[in-house]
């Protein structure tokens, strides 16, 4: 279930932080806008804190006993004569612990590239807690990461399953409908409240899937399936430009001729569709 022991107690130890830095047996990924470097074999390339540039440190946890971290570093630390991606492009590649210490680097990353004031006083924030807090060096308030909750849900009726298209997206590429969670609302009434402004389908019996921390930039992902109890297909023109609904049989062939594009294998969105259509589907963004 965890990729790692994320040791919380050990980001205010400051002489144990030292130390294991100190120790060529700790493991470091070097972050820069958001991307990190690779091995040949397009695995994270994990080096020790002598070959890591100058940045700031996040302790990411640790991995059987063995200490994690990340160094948040400039542009000119890229080393253009290696690979580098950022986790949208190759996740799905990723080990699964792999996978879940980039999340975990990434997220506090976009945390602090956003909050570079107190929105108290708009004093400079510094870094603590191996970046897992932030402290305001005029007014002293202390600030932690947020994570917004979000939807996501297939919406289904018998035999078929909607699917809708962004407006920014270009033709083809389709994905379920998501939404952000307002103030006040429960999950389920979110995910009937947003299928119907997307789309203008009524829903109903609203189960839970499953969830995924999504860095992009402080999301957490919560899955629903939905069933379909009344409303035609009406899109809201501003975030959804096309919805439509699928059989499985019209999903596979679409697919696999590439008709349409369905979400890459990182995201929730793929593990739903492939869900309830009940085996792994051809393409991918």
């Known amino acids: 279930m965890h990729s790692h022991d994320r040791a919380g107690g050990r980001r205010t130890d400051a002489a ?49 006993g063995v200490p994690y971290f990340a160094v948040e570093a400039g542009e000119d630390a890229i080393d253009t004569t290696r690979t580098w991606e950022g ?43 191996a970046g897992h807090a932030m402290r305001c060096a005029q007014c002293d308030r202390q600030h932690f990461p947020r994570t917004d909750p979000a939807v996501i849900m297939l919406v289904t009726d018998g035999d078929r399953a ?4 962004n407006q920014a997206w270009p033709p083809g590429r389709f994905s379920t409908l998501a939404g952000f969670v307002d103030p006040g609302e429960s999950l389920e009434q979110a995910v009937a409240r947003e299928v119907l402004e ?14 995924q921390p ?17 409303g035609e297909i009406d899109v809201d023109g501003a975030e959804i430009s096309e919805a439509r609904w699928f059989t499985r049989e019209e999903l596979r062939a679409q697919a696999e001729d590439g008709t349409i594009k369905l979400p890459s294998g990182i995201s929730i969105s793929r593990a739903l569709i492939e869900a ?5 589907l051809p393409g991918e963004w």
């Open 16 to 64: 144990w932080l030292e130390e294991v830095w100190a120790d060529p047996a700790t493991r470091v990924v070097v972050l820069a806008s958001g991307r990190f470097p690779l091995n040949d074999d397009s695995q994270v390339r994990w080096i020790s804190p002598e070959q890591a540039p100058d940045g700031d440190r996040l302790f990411l946890g640790l991995v059987d």
């Open 87 to 129: 986790l949208r492009k190759v996740g799905q590649l990723l080990s699964a612990q792999d996978a879940g210490l980039l999340i975990h680097a990434i997220a506090l990353a976009e945390w602090h590239q956003a909050h570079r004031h107190c929105p108290r006083c708009g004093g400079a924030l510094i870094q603590t807690d």
């Open 162 to 165: 909607l699917l809708g298209r």
């Open 198 to 211: 997307e789309v203008g389908v009524e829903v109903a019996d609203v189960t839970y899937f499953g969830n």
């Open 214 to 230: 999504w860095p992009f930039p402080a999301s957490l992902m919560v899955g629903f399936f939905a069933r379909a109890v009344g």
């Open 276 to 280: 309830w259509y009940g085996a792994e």
